[in-house]
């Protein structure tokens, strides 16, 4: 039978059956509610989720009250507070399901643990570490690059739906534009 997720690890980062077999006996399938949490900011967690259905988000509040939305995740995603984890201390950010999700929970520091003896896990954690500065990188190229109705578009074309799925702060959050903003650009299109 057919696996996505192992055919995605596979495709990007060369997984191997018994490398994916590891992977799954050390992950925890988990139902996320539309605004559960995986980490609150503050917060402290050593676990990092693979998104296999639905959307989370990366957020802060600020004293003030408002949301930041730093990123937007979509299958097939990692998320997690990695630098919390890292460097031991509590997260600046909250990830929170935007919708109802589907996701493989796993304990970073477990697997980290595992890379220490497991070459294939240790050459899989490097591709995912590449993978994920990439994918940072182009979001950030993205942001200097384009203007606001740019972002949107490209948004809307990686996630159709999205204006029916989570509140326009939370978009116009993330495209770094205020919500008066996004109105006006979806009344141009």
């Known amino acids: 039978m057919a696996n996505s997720n192992f055919d995605f690890l596979r495709s990007k980062f060369g997984v191997s059956l018994e490398t994916f077999s590891v992977l799954k006996d050390l992950a925890s399938k988990k139902h996320l509610k539309q605004g559960e949490t995986i980490v609150k900011q503050g917060g402290k967690s050593t676990k990092i989720v693979f998104l296999v259905s639905g959307l989370m988000r990366a957020f802060c509040t600020l004293e003030s009250g408002k949301e930041i939305t730093k990123n937007i995740f979509t299958p ?8 919390s984890i890292v460097e031991d201390k509590p997260s600046i950010l909250c990830y929170e399901a935007l919708v109802d999700s589907v996701v493989f929970e ?14 294939a896990l240790s050459n899989l954690y490097n591709r995912i570490l590449e993978y994920v500065f990439i994918m940072y990188e182009k979001k950030q190229i993205q942001t200097m690059a384009l203007n606001a109705t740019q972002r949107y578009m490209a948004l809307r074309k990686q996630i159709p739906n999205i204006d029916n799925l989570i509140p326009q702060y939370q978009i116009a959050s993330f495209l770094n534009i205020s919500p008066v903003q996004l109105s006006r650009i979806r009344k141009e299109m």
Do not use: N, R
Request: charged residues 25%.
């Open 76 to 83: 097939i995603s990692f998320v997690g507070a990695f630098s």
């Open 106 to 119: 796993i304990d970073f520091c477990d697997f980290v643990k595992l890379t220490k003896s497991d070459i």
